[in-house]
């Protein structure tokens, strides 16, 4: 039975890291159909479909550039976390404006009072509370 199946998968894409998310993303679809509305189930299928049939495909070259689209995006994704969850952390000790004249972001000490701010971009100065 196993060799058959190696035969059968002969040529074919096979799963990836594209399919395993679609495959996540209609389970939790699923949930959210049972839990919700049950109109979901039929996206949660239609995912599990379209999963299936990047799986089982022949097109290897075309699946794979899906796949890298996939996670060029995810990678974008991440990287814009990551510099929320940055920005979040650093909101503790410091001030974070946007200088008027070129949208910079500065970052200024909390607790100092009035403030003259100077961009290191743009050298536009402003007053603003620290």
Same mark, same amino acid.
């Given at each position: 039975?196993? #060799?058959?199946?190696?035969? =059968?998968?002969?040529?074919?894409?096979?799963?990836?890291? =594209?399919?395993? =998310?679609?495959? @996540?993303?209609?389970?939790?679809?699923?949930?959210?159909?049972?839990?919700?509305?049950?109109?979901?189930?039929?996206?949660?299928?239609?995912?599990?479909?379209?999963?299936?049939?990047?799986?089982?495909?022949?097109?290897?070259? @075309?699946?794979a550039v899906e796949?890298?689209?996939?996670?060029?995006?995810?990678?974008?994704?991440?990287?814009?976390?990551?510099?929320?969850?940055?920005?979040? #952390?650093?909101?503790? #000790?410091?001030h974070i404006y946007?200088?008027?004249?070129?949208?910079?972001?500065?970052?200024?000490?909390?607790?100092?009072?009035?403030?003259?701010?100077?961009?290191?971009?743009?050298?536009? @100065? =402003?007053?603003?509370?620290?």
């Amino acid at each position: 039975m196993r #060799e058959k199946f190696y035969r =059968f998968m002969q040529g074919r894409y096979g799963n990836d890291q =594209f399919n395993r =998310f679609l495959m @996540t993303l209609s389970l939790i679809v699923l949930g959210l159909s049972v839990i919700w509305k049950p109109q979901l189930c039929l996206a949660a299928v239609i995912l599990l479909g379209w999963a299936y049939y990047r799986m089982f495909s022949r097109k290897v070259y @075309t699946r794979a550039v899906e796949n890298q689209r996939y996670l060029e995006i995810k990678e974008k994704v991440l990287i814009r976390l990551r510099r929320e969850k940055r920005q979040l #952390e650093q909101r503790k #000790e410091y001030h974070i404006y946007k200088c008027p004249g070129c949208g910079q972001k500065v970052r200024i000490p909390r607790g100092k009072g009035k403030v003259e701010v100077r961009c290191p971009k743009c050298a536009h @100065t =402003f007053v603003k509370k620290s």
